[in-house]
């Protein structure tokens, strides 16, 4: 059977790399979807490749840096892609038109502000085309419920690309948590960070239509919602930090530091509780030598892990920059011995392989929706109490209270 089609929903700096008119100057300089999906076409597992964004007056910029970063670094890797809107227009629903130029079966990837997640993955579902959509999933939890209810009637597999999931200490600790090897739920505690300079490229939505919990606090959110299966969450309280985003010229809703406090218990009605706490910040230092802190620690009944990914053992010191600690794992940009892109086993790429793989499955009819979500996958049914306490947590903040989540014969509902 033919690889599946798939069509790239935004054209930013995680699609390509391309920020502002030039390159990144993040550690995603050439992005992470683009190259990725360029890699599996080369290897035969996606078919024709498109992008979709809200002006075509970018593509031809896009192309040439695509080019220059990503052809002539690995080999020619073919580069090529259908593009909408056209060059001279601007249609912010664009993706429609592109949507619609799948068939049944094919996939989307969507990398775009939070707010458009929810219309662009309904249409794309209710046009059975199979859906990946970078944390969080949405903003609203009756979104996510609605999303589940729509991806079951139409037999189509949504996918949150939740790549922490994949990094191998994460999955190494997920797996001794869900095999009982720690013990008992009891304590969860995480910190992810990226330096202030990342808020001259999240100026333009950022305290206007998301928040720092929303963009970091969702991974290690989810990792722990992994880890845990049979415990579930039942209040949230949210406490922020203001001023340094701000003072940067962010919107005044901007919160710096978000803090989630979260009670668990665990669903067998034990009575069993355990407590998580949930922090993130787009205000660290400049030359904090990572681009992003990220830890978290997990206490069981049994045993605990303590895991701590920005400093990876992979030092670099150089004149300009000064020390680094640089994280390969994730995306390896490292050609291979012959040129061509060698970054098929970083966390980033596999997360996107899975996708690919599980959609190519379901259409050759090998596996069931029902059987991806019985394997651990990031899917809709597997990320719902992280999508639940991202929102309780924003509505704590912004109401000044805690927030219960209730969830019974299925259906979540906040109060």
């Not at 670094?73 to 592109?98: H, I, Q, V």
């Not at 999933?137 to 189509?156: D, F, I, R, S, Y």
Request: hydrophobic share 35%.
């Amino acid at each position: 059977m033919a690889p599946l089609n798939v069509c790239m929903v935004g054209t930013g700096e995680y699609t390509t790399g391309f920020v502002g008119g030039g390159m990144s100057g993040s550690d995603k300089k050439v992005g992470v979807v683009g190259l990725t999906l360029f890699d599996l076409r080369r290897r035969g597992k996606v078919g024709k490749l498109s992008m979709v964004g809200t002006s075509g007056n970018k593509f031809p910029a896009i192309r040439e840096h695509l080019r220059k970063n990503i052809a002539e670094a690995y080999n020619n890797l073919d580069t090529s892609f259908d593009s909408f809107p056209s060059n001279k227009e601007r249609d912010p629903e664009a993706y429609k038109k592109a949507i619609d130029a799948l068939s049944p079966g094919d996939a989307i990837t969507i990398f775009t502000p939070d707010p458009t997640h929810y219309p662009i993955a309904l249409y794309a579902i209710e046009r059975k085309i199979h859906v990946m959509i970078t944390k969080p999933a949405v903003k609203l939890l009756k979104e996510h419920q609605h999303l589940l209810e729509e991806a079951k009637k139409h037999g189509v597999f949504v996918f949150i690309e939740h790549h922490k999931r994949f990094d191998p200490a994460y999955a190494d600790a997920r797996n001794r948590a869900v095999k009982g090897s720690l013990g008992e739920f009891n304590y969860f505690y995480s910190y992810m960070s990226q330096p202030k300079s990342q808020l001259e490229t999240f100026k333009a939505w950022a305290g206007k239509e998301s928040d720092i919990s929303y963009y970091l606090n969702s991974h290690h959110v989810d990792v722990c919602e992994s880890m845990v299966p049979d415990y579930r969450p039942t209040k949230v309280t949210g406490s922020a930090s203001t001023g340094i985003a701000t003072d940067l010229g962010c919107v005044p809703e901007t919160e710096d530091t978000i803090t989630l406090l979260v009670d668990w218990e665990k669903k067998d009605g034990s009575g069993r509780r355990a407590t998580g706490v949930y922090t993130a910040s787009w205000t660290a230092p400049q030359k904090a030598g990572v681009h992003s802190n990220q830890y978290f620690h997990f206490m069981g009944s049994k045993g605990e892990v303590r895991v701590d990914q920005a400093k990876r053992g992979y030092a670099v010191t150089e004149d300009e920059s000064g020390l680094m600690w640089y994280n390969p794992f994730y995306m390896k940009y490292a050609p291979d011995e012959e040129g061509n892109f060698a970054g098929q086993g970083g966390y980033g790429y596999v997360s996107f392989e899975k996708f690919v793989d599980a959609c190519q499955a379901l259409k050759e009819g090998r596996v069931t929706l029902d059987d991806l979500d019985r394997r651990g996958l990031p899917t809709l049914k597997n990320t719902i109490a992280t999508g639940a306490i991202l929102e309780a947590g924003r509505i704590s903040l912004d109401e000044g209270r805690s927030v219960e989540i209730v969830e019974k014969d299925g259906h979540w509902s906040l109060k």
